[in-house]
Protein backbone atom coordinates (compact mmCIF):
# COMPACT_ATOMS: atom_id res chain seq x y z
CA UNK A 1 0.00 0.00 0.00
CA UNK A 2 1.33 3.22 -1.17
CA UNK A 3 0.08 6.63 -0.29
CA UNK A 4 -2.15 6.56 -2.96
CA UNK A 5 -3.99 4.25 -0.67
CA UNK A 6 -3.61 5.81 2.71
CA UNK A 7 -4.98 8.96 1.27
CA UNK A 8 -7.79 6.42 -0.75
CA UNK A 9 -9.78 8.16 1.92
CA UNK A 10 -9.53 11.31 0.01
CA UNK A 11 -9.50 9.86 -3.65
CA UNK A 12 -10.37 5.97 -4.36
CA UNK A 13 -8.93 3.89 -6.84
CA UNK A 14 -11.65 3.96 -8.55
CA UNK A 15 -11.62 7.09 -9.26
CA UNK A 16 -8.39 7.95 -9.63
CA UNK A 17 -7.70 4.69 -12.50
CA UNK A 18 -10.33 7.15 -14.19
CA UNK A 19 -8.81 9.05 -17.06
CA UNK A 20 -8.26 12.64 -16.17
CA UNK A 21 -10.89 14.15 -19.14
CA UNK A 22 -13.30 11.65 -17.79
CA UNK A 23 -12.53 12.98 -14.15
CA UNK A 24 -12.75 16.81 -15.29
CA UNK A 25 -16.30 15.83 -17.01
CA UNK A 26 -17.49 14.60 -13.54
CA UNK A 27 -15.99 17.12 -11.68
CA UNK A 28 -17.73 19.61 -14.07
CA UNK A 29 -21.33 18.02 -13.77
CA UNK A 30 -21.16 17.17 -10.45
CA UNK A 31 -20.06 21.16 -9.81
CA UNK A 32 -22.55 22.47 -11.96
CA UNK A 33 -25.17 20.76 -9.71
CA UNK A 34 -23.91 21.13 -6.26
CA UNK A 35 -26.13 23.52 -4.12
CA UNK A 36 -24.40 22.16 -0.74
CA UNK A 37 -23.21 26.36 -0.16
CA UNK A 38 -25.95 27.48 -1.54
CA UNK A 39 -28.50 29.09 1.51
CA UNK A 40 -32.69 29.28 0.15
CA UNK A 41 -32.76 31.98 2.04
CA UNK A 42 -31.96 35.01 -0.78
CA UNK A 43 -29.86 37.03 1.57
CA UNK A 44 -27.71 34.01 2.11
CA UNK A 45 -27.19 33.57 -1.37
CA UNK A 46 -24.81 36.82 -1.39
CA UNK A 47 -22.58 35.19 1.55
CA UNK A 48 -19.54 33.52 -0.02
CA UNK A 49 -19.57 29.91 -0.06
CA UNK A 50 -17.83 28.47 3.29
CA UNK A 51 -17.42 25.87 5.66
CA UNK A 52 -19.18 24.80 8.61
CA UNK A 53 -20.07 28.04 11.02
CA UNK A 54 -19.09 26.92 14.52
CA UNK A 55 -21.97 26.06 16.64
CA UNK A 56 -21.02 27.42 20.15
CA UNK A 57 -21.45 30.47 22.11
CA UNK A 58 -18.68 32.21 20.62
CA UNK A 59 -17.38 33.76 17.12
CA UNK A 60 -14.01 32.37 15.79
CA UNK A 61 -10.64 34.05 14.98
CA UNK A 62 -8.04 33.15 13.54
CA UNK A 63 -4.41 33.51 11.86
CA UNK A 64 -1.08 32.26 11.04
CA UNK A 65 1.83 32.29 13.15
CA UNK A 66 5.69 30.98 12.10
CA UNK A 67 8.48 30.87 14.40
CA UNK A 68 11.87 31.14 12.97
CA UNK A 69 11.25 31.28 9.18
CA UNK A 70 13.11 27.47 8.53
CA UNK A 71 11.41 24.27 8.82
CA UNK A 72 12.64 23.54 12.72
CA UNK A 73 10.57 26.90 13.70
CA UNK A 74 6.91 26.52 14.43
CA UNK A 75 4.06 26.98 11.94
CA UNK A 76 0.22 26.70 12.71
CA UNK A 77 -3.20 28.36 12.19
CA UNK A 78 -4.91 30.18 15.08
CA UNK A 79 -8.04 29.63 16.32
CA UNK A 80 -9.45 31.62 18.85
CA UNK A 81 -12.82 32.64 20.54
CA UNK A 82 -13.29 36.17 20.21
CA UNK A 83 -16.82 38.26 20.76
CA UNK A 84 -20.23 36.92 19.25
CA UNK A 85 -21.28 38.35 16.50
CA UNK A 86 -22.90 37.99 12.90
CA UNK A 87 -20.79 36.27 11.24
CA UNK A 88 -22.56 36.34 8.31
CA UNK A 89 -22.69 39.78 7.59
CA UNK A 90 -18.66 40.00 7.99
CA UNK A 91 -17.74 37.36 5.33
CA UNK A 92 -15.11 39.97 3.70
CA UNK A 93 -13.26 38.86 6.11
CA UNK A 94 -13.43 35.29 6.10
CA UNK A 95 -10.06 33.76 4.79
CA UNK A 96 -9.62 31.37 2.08
CA UNK A 97 -9.63 27.71 3.36
CA UNK A 98 -7.22 27.29 0.52
CA UNK A 99 -4.62 30.03 1.47
CA UNK A 100 -2.42 29.73 -1.77
CA UNK A 101 -3.28 28.11 -4.70
CA UNK A 102 0.34 25.39 -3.96
CA UNK A 103 -1.66 23.76 -1.79
CA UNK A 104 -3.96 22.19 -4.68
CA UNK A 105 -1.16 21.75 -6.28
CA UNK A 106 0.28 19.62 -3.26
CA UNK A 107 -2.77 17.67 -3.08
CA UNK A 108 -2.58 16.36 -6.57
CA UNK A 109 1.04 15.71 -5.94
CA UNK A 110 0.06 13.81 -3.18
CA UNK A 111 -1.49 11.27 -5.43
CA UNK A 112 1.03 11.27 -7.93
CA UNK A 113 -1.46 12.96 -10.70
CA UNK A 114 -0.89 16.16 -12.42
CA UNK A 115 -0.74 19.34 -10.93
CA UNK A 116 -1.36 21.12 -14.13
CA UNK A 117 -4.89 19.19 -14.36
CA UNK A 118 -5.89 18.17 -10.78
CA UNK A 119 -3.97 20.56 -9.35
CA UNK A 120 -6.89 23.22 -11.41
CA UNK A 121 -9.70 21.06 -10.53
CA UNK A 122 -8.65 21.33 -6.62
CA UNK A 123 -8.23 24.73 -7.07
CA UNK A 124 -11.45 25.14 -8.91
CA UNK A 125 -12.88 22.94 -6.16
CA UNK A 126 -11.92 24.66 -2.63
CA UNK A 127 -10.50 27.74 -4.14
CA UNK A 128 -13.28 29.43 -3.80
CA UNK A 129 -14.33 28.39 -0.40
CA UNK A 130 -13.81 30.62 2.71
CA UNK A 131 -13.41 29.55 6.43
CA UNK A 132 -16.44 31.11 8.50
CA UNK A 133 -13.78 33.34 11.14
CA UNK A 134 -12.38 36.60 11.51
CA UNK A 135 -8.95 37.01 9.80
CA UNK A 136 -6.69 38.05 12.50
CA UNK A 137 -9.23 39.80 14.56
CA UNK A 138 -8.69 41.00 17.94
CA UNK A 139 -9.18 37.59 20.55
CA UNK A 140 -11.87 38.04 23.24
CA UNK A 141 -10.14 38.74 27.20
CA UNK A 142 -11.09 38.86 30.05
CA UNK A 143 -10.41 34.77 30.56
CA UNK A 144 -8.11 32.10 30.16
CA UNK A 145 -8.95 29.71 27.36
CA UNK A 146 -8.44 26.02 27.56
CA UNK A 147 -5.84 24.61 24.84
CA UNK A 148 -6.10 22.12 22.01
CA UNK A 149 -2.97 21.28 19.75
CA UNK A 150 -4.44 19.77 16.57
CA UNK A 151 -2.34 17.27 14.24
CA UNK A 152 -3.38 17.06 11.14
CA UNK A 153 -3.25 13.22 8.93
CA UNK A 154 -0.78 12.07 6.44
CA UNK A 155 -0.75 13.89 3.21
CA UNK A 156 -2.74 16.86 4.83
CA UNK A 157 -1.92 20.40 6.36
CA UNK A 158 -3.10 23.44 8.63
CA UNK A 159 -6.23 23.89 6.88
CA UNK A 160 -7.68 20.53 5.95
CA UNK A 161 -9.90 19.65 9.53
CA UNK A 162 -10.74 23.57 9.53
CA UNK A 163 -14.43 22.81 11.04
CA UNK A 164 -13.07 20.71 13.82
CA UNK A 165 -11.38 23.33 15.02
CA UNK A 166 -13.40 26.67 14.10
CA UNK A 167 -16.10 24.38 16.31
CA UNK A 168 -13.62 23.92 19.08
CA UNK A 169 -12.77 27.41 19.10
CA UNK A 170 -16.63 28.51 19.14
CA UNK A 171 -17.40 26.41 22.20
CA UNK A 172 -14.21 28.19 24.04
CA UNK A 173 -11.01 26.48 23.22
CA UNK A 174 -7.71 28.16 21.80
CA UNK A 175 -6.77 25.80 18.78
CA UNK A 176 -3.67 25.36 17.12
CA UNK A 177 -3.54 23.86 14.04
CA UNK A 178 0.05 22.28 12.97
CA UNK A 179 1.44 22.34 9.69
CA UNK A 180 3.51 19.56 10.08
CA UNK A 181 7.23 19.88 8.48
CA UNK A 182 8.00 16.13 8.78
CA UNK A 183 7.60 15.77 5.25
CA UNK A 184 4.05 14.59 5.85
CA UNK A 185 2.26 17.20 4.92
CA UNK A 186 0.85 17.60 0.95
CA UNK A 187 2.46 20.89 0.71
CA UNK A 188 3.85 23.32 3.13
CA UNK A 189 6.97 26.17 2.76
CA UNK A 190 9.66 27.66 4.62
CA UNK A 191 11.25 30.88 4.23
CA UNK A 192 14.40 30.96 2.62
CA UNK A 193 16.86 33.56 3.81
CA UNK A 194 18.48 35.63 1.58
CA UNK A 195 21.53 38.10 1.65
CA UNK A 196 20.64 40.86 -0.70
CA UNK A 197 23.84 42.97 -0.24
CA UNK A 198 26.20 43.87 2.08
CA UNK A 199 26.99 48.11 3.09
CA UNK A 200 30.19 49.35 4.24
CA UNK A 201 28.72 51.61 7.57
CA UNK A 202 31.35 53.56 8.73
CA UNK A 203 32.13 56.95 10.65
CA UNK A 204 34.65 58.48 12.28
CA UNK A 205 35.27 56.32 15.54
CA UNK A 206 34.43 53.00 13.34
CA UNK A 207 33.53 50.67 10.12
CA UNK A 208 31.64 48.30 9.94
CA UNK A 209 29.54 45.76 7.53
CA UNK A 210 26.00 45.97 7.43
CA UNK A 211 23.81 43.31 5.83
CA UNK A 212 19.90 43.25 4.50
CA UNK A 213 17.98 40.11 4.36
CA UNK A 214 15.07 39.01 1.93
CA UNK A 215 13.37 35.85 2.43
CA UNK A 216 11.70 33.79 -0.65
CA UNK A 217 9.25 31.07 0.01
CA UNK A 218 10.73 27.55 -0.69
CA UNK A 219 7.93 25.36 -0.74
CA UNK A 220 7.93 21.67 0.13
CA UNK A 221 5.59 18.85 -1.20
CA UNK A 222 5.10 15.63 0.14
CA UNK A 223 7.99 13.48 0.64
CA UNK A 224 7.87 9.85 -1.04
CA UNK A 225 11.00 8.83 -0.23
CA UNK A 226 9.74 6.10 2.67
CA UNK A 227 10.06 2.78 0.14
CA UNK A 228 7.15 1.99 1.35
CA UNK A 229 3.99 3.29 3.24
CA UNK A 230 4.39 1.01 6.19
CA UNK A 231 8.17 1.50 6.60
CA UNK A 232 8.50 1.56 9.93
CA UNK A 233 11.92 3.13 10.83
CA UNK A 234 10.57 5.74 8.53
CA UNK A 235 7.42 6.88 10.45
CA UNK A 236 8.75 6.64 13.46
CA UNK A 237 11.54 9.04 13.07
CA UNK A 238 8.20 11.19 11.68
CA UNK A 239 5.93 10.67 14.22
CA UNK A 240 9.14 11.73 17.01
CA UNK A 241 9.67 14.71 15.16
CA UNK A 242 5.88 15.44 14.89
CA UNK A 243 5.52 15.19 18.49
CA UNK A 244 8.18 17.40 18.79
CA UNK A 245 6.46 19.83 16.69
CA UNK A 246 3.27 19.70 18.98
CA UNK A 247 5.76 20.92 21.90
CA UNK A 248 7.04 23.47 20.48
CA UNK A 249 4.00 25.29 19.23
CA UNK A 250 2.50 24.33 22.79
CA UNK A 251 6.03 26.37 23.82
CA UNK A 252 5.40 29.33 21.88
CA UNK A 253 1.64 29.49 23.26
CA UNK A 254 3.57 29.89 26.55
CA UNK A 255 5.72 32.67 25.56
CA UNK A 256 2.96 34.33 24.02
CA UNK A 257 0.36 33.74 27.38
CA UNK A 258 3.47 35.26 29.65
CA UNK A 259 3.77 38.67 27.05
CA UNK A 260 6.94 36.95 25.78
CA UNK A 261 8.10 39.28 22.51
CA UNK A 262 6.91 36.54 19.40
CA UNK A 263 8.13 37.47 16.24
CA UNK A 264 6.00 36.36 13.25
CA UNK A 265 7.75 35.42 10.42
CA UNK A 266 4.76 36.01 8.47
CA UNK A 267 4.45 39.40 9.03
CA UNK A 268 1.74 41.80 9.20
CA UNK A 269 0.49 44.22 11.97
CA UNK A 270 -1.24 42.13 14.12
CA UNK A 271 -0.30 42.73 17.80
CA UNK A 272 0.36 38.98 19.07
CA UNK A 273 0.58 40.36 22.75
CA UNK A 274 -2.98 40.80 22.72
CA UNK A 275 -3.27 36.83 23.65
CA UNK A 276 -0.95 37.71 27.13
CA UNK A 277 -3.03 35.77 29.50
CA UNK A 278 -5.68 34.10 27.65
CA UNK A 279 -4.14 30.64 27.65
CA UNK A 280 -5.50 28.32 30.05
CA UNK A 281 -1.67 26.32 30.40
CA UNK A 282 -2.96 24.03 32.69
CA UNK A 283 -5.74 22.32 30.62
CA UNK A 284 -4.33 21.16 27.46
CA UNK A 285 -4.95 19.06 24.89
CA UNK A 286 -4.13 16.90 21.65
CA UNK A 287 -6.39 15.92 18.53
CA UNK A 288 -4.89 14.26 15.60
CA UNK A 289 -6.48 12.58 12.74
CA UNK A 290 -4.71 9.47 11.22
CA UNK A 291 -0.85 9.95 11.92
CA UNK A 292 -2.50 12.82 13.93
CA UNK A 293 -3.64 10.34 16.01
CA UNK A 294 -0.07 8.37 16.64
CA UNK A 295 1.57 11.80 16.87
CA UNK A 296 -1.27 12.34 20.09
CA UNK A 297 -0.18 9.18 21.72
CA UNK A 298 3.46 10.12 20.91
CA UNK A 299 3.32 13.56 22.05
CA UNK A 300 1.52 12.43 25.25
CA UNK A 301 3.96 10.11 26.19
CA UNK A 302 7.30 12.37 25.97
CA UNK A 303 5.40 15.39 27.61
CA UNK A 304 2.88 15.61 30.66
CA UNK A 305 1.97 19.39 30.11
CA UNK A 306 -0.75 17.68 27.54
CA UNK A 307 -3.34 16.18 29.85
CA UNK A 308 -5.86 14.62 27.12
CA UNK A 309 -5.94 13.21 24.19
CA UNK A 310 -8.59 12.04 21.29
CA UNK A 311 -7.44 10.29 18.28
CA UNK A 312 -9.57 10.04 15.12
CA UNK A 313 -9.60 7.41 13.34
CA UNK A 314 -5.80 6.87 14.23
CA UNK A 315 -3.16 5.20 12.25
CA UNK A 316 -1.35 2.99 14.89
CA UNK A 317 2.07 1.62 12.86
CA UNK A 318 4.68 4.37 13.98
CA UNK A 319 4.79 3.89 17.57
CA UNK A 320 6.74 2.21 19.72
CA UNK A 321 7.12 0.50 22.82
CA UNK A 322 8.55 3.44 25.00
CA UNK A 323 5.15 5.19 23.89
CA UNK A 324 3.16 2.44 25.11
CA UNK A 325 5.10 2.55 28.33
CA UNK A 326 5.37 6.26 29.17
CA UNK A 327 1.95 7.58 28.42
CA UNK A 328 -0.53 7.84 31.23
CA UNK A 329 -3.20 10.51 30.12
CA UNK A 330 -6.91 9.37 29.10
CA UNK A 331 -7.58 9.07 25.00
CA UNK A 332 -10.73 9.05 23.63
CA UNK A 333 -10.55 7.05 20.06
CA UNK A 334 -12.61 7.78 17.76
CA UNK A 335 -13.06 5.44 14.82
CA UNK A 336 -14.76 5.84 11.50
CA UNK A 337 -16.58 2.62 10.19
CA UNK A 338 -14.69 1.63 6.72
CA UNK A 339 -11.21 2.27 7.88
CA UNK A 340 -9.56 0.01 10.13
CA UNK A 341 -8.48 -3.17 10.19
CA UNK A 342 -7.59 -5.66 12.83
CA UNK A 343 -4.04 -4.94 13.74
CA UNK A 344 -4.08 -1.68 13.65
CA UNK A 345 -6.77 -2.05 15.88
CA UNK A 346 -4.93 -4.59 18.35
CA UNK A 347 -2.42 -1.77 18.99
CA UNK A 348 -5.00 0.51 19.91
CA UNK A 349 -6.53 -1.75 22.49
CA UNK A 350 -3.24 -2.10 23.55
CA UNK A 351 -3.99 1.71 25.29
CA UNK A 352 -6.87 -0.05 27.27
CA UNK A 353 -4.76 -2.38 29.01
CA UNK A 354 -4.54 -0.41 32.03
CA UNK A 355 -8.01 -0.03 33.75
CA UNK A 356 -7.03 3.07 35.75
CA UNK A 357 -7.17 5.19 33.09
CA UNK A 358 -10.13 6.04 30.59
CA UNK A 359 -9.41 5.25 27.17
CA UNK A 360 -12.62 4.50 25.62
CA UNK A 361 -12.87 3.53 22.03
CA UNK A 362 -15.90 4.38 19.62
CA UNK A 363 -17.01 4.04 15.97
CA UNK A 364 -19.69 6.72 14.18
CA UNK A 365 -21.64 4.11 11.62
CA UNK A 366 -21.59 5.66 8.20
CA UNK A 367 -18.09 7.42 7.80
CA UNK A 368 -15.23 6.89 6.22
CA UNK A 369 -11.61 7.95 6.79
CA UNK A 370 -11.67 11.63 5.84
CA UNK A 371 -15.80 12.00 7.80
CA UNK A 372 -13.68 14.22 9.89
CA UNK A 373 -12.02 16.31 7.46
CA UNK A 374 -13.35 19.71 5.49
CA UNK A 375 -12.96 17.31 1.96
CA UNK A 376 -16.52 16.28 2.51
CA UNK A 377 -17.85 19.57 2.87
CA UNK A 378 -16.48 20.48 -0.96
CA UNK A 379 -18.67 18.53 -2.90
CA UNK A 380 -21.91 16.75 -3.07
CA UNK A 381 -22.63 13.30 -2.12
CA UNK A 382 -22.32 11.50 -5.27
CA UNK A 383 -18.47 13.29 -6.24
CA UNK A 384 -18.11 12.75 -2.38
CA UNK A 385 -18.93 9.30 -2.65
CA UNK A 386 -16.56 8.50 -6.19
CA UNK A 387 -13.93 10.47 -3.99
CA UNK A 388 -14.39 8.25 -1.10
CA UNK A 389 -14.18 11.68 1.33
CA UNK A 390 -17.66 10.49 2.22
CA UNK A 391 -19.66 7.65 3.08
CA UNK A 392 -23.33 7.18 3.56
CA UNK A 393 -24.03 9.11 6.64
CA UNK A 394 -24.05 13.49 6.05
CA UNK A 395 -21.07 15.14 6.48
CA UNK A 396 -23.15 17.50 8.65
CA UNK A 397 -24.21 14.79 10.96
CA UNK A 398 -20.43 12.90 11.28
CA UNK A 399 -18.76 15.98 11.77
CA UNK A 400 -21.36 16.98 14.43
CA UNK A 401 -21.60 13.60 16.20
CA UNK A 402 -17.58 13.74 16.44
CA UNK A 403 -17.07 16.97 17.75
CA UNK A 404 -19.61 16.56 20.31
CA UNK A 405 -17.63 13.22 21.33
CA UNK A 406 -14.25 14.85 21.53
CA UNK A 407 -16.55 18.26 23.40
CA UNK A 408 -17.61 15.50 25.85
CA UNK A 409 -14.12 13.95 26.37
CA UNK A 410 -12.53 16.92 26.71
CA UNK A 411 -14.87 18.53 28.86
CA UNK A 412 -15.13 15.35 31.38
CA UNK A 413 -11.60 15.13 32.06
CA UNK A 414 -10.32 18.92 32.27
CA UNK A 415 -12.81 19.31 35.01
CA UNK A 416 -15.37 21.60 32.66
CA UNK A 417 -18.87 22.41 32.69
CA UNK A 418 -21.17 21.06 29.82
CA UNK A 419 -22.92 18.65 28.09
CA UNK A 420 -20.02 15.50 27.76
CA UNK A 421 -22.30 13.37 25.82
CA UNK A 422 -22.36 10.39 27.67
CA UNK A 423 -24.33 8.36 25.19
CA UNK A 424 -22.37 8.91 22.05
CA UNK A 425 -19.03 8.15 24.31
CA UNK A 426 -20.64 5.22 25.38
CA UNK A 427 -22.25 3.53 21.98
CA UNK A 428 -25.42 3.84 23.45
CA UNK A 429 -26.75 6.26 20.34
CA UNK A 430 -28.06 5.94 16.69
CA UNK A 431 -24.78 6.86 15.61
CA UNK A 432 -22.62 4.99 17.24
CA UNK A 433 -21.36 1.77 18.85
CA UNK A 434 -18.30 0.86 21.77
CA UNK A 435 -15.45 -0.47 19.98
CA UNK A 436 -13.96 -0.77 16.68
CA UNK A 437 -15.64 -2.34 13.28
CA UNK A 438 -12.81 -4.30 11.68
CA UNK A 439 -13.85 -2.94 7.91
CA UNK A 440 -11.00 -4.67 5.62
CA UNK A 441 -8.25 -6.68 5.39
CA UNK A 442 -4.59 -5.30 6.35
CA UNK A 443 -3.58 -3.13 3.41
CA UNK A 444 -1.31 -4.09 1.19
Known amino acids: MNSDSIFHQCFSQQGLH ?22 KDKEKEKIRRHLPVGTGEYSVGCLDIMCDHSEKGSFFRLYYPIEK ?7 KQWPLWLPRKQYGNGYAYFIRRSKSVLGKMFNWMGGDVYVPALWQHFPLPGKRYPVVIFSHGIGGNRTCNTTVCCELASQGYIVAAIEHRDGSASMTFQLKQDIKSTVNVSNSNNSQMHRTHSFTEEW ?6 PPRWDDYESRNKQVYQRAQECTLALNVL ?10 NQLGG ?4 KLFKNLFDLSKVSLVGHSFGGSTTVCALSKDTRFKVGVMMDGWMHPLDEEMYKNITQPVLMINMETFQWQENVDQMQRLQEDPKVQRPMITIKGTCHQSVTDFQFLVKKPLGMFMDVRHTLSPKIAIDVSNKATLGFLRKHLGQTGDTYDSIISGENEYTVSGPIIARERPA
Open 18 to 39: KSQSDCSLEFKTLRRNDSFFKS
Open 85 to 91: TDIYKRD
Open 220 to 225: MPFDFS
Open 254 to 263: TDLDNGVTIL
Open 269 to 272: NFNL
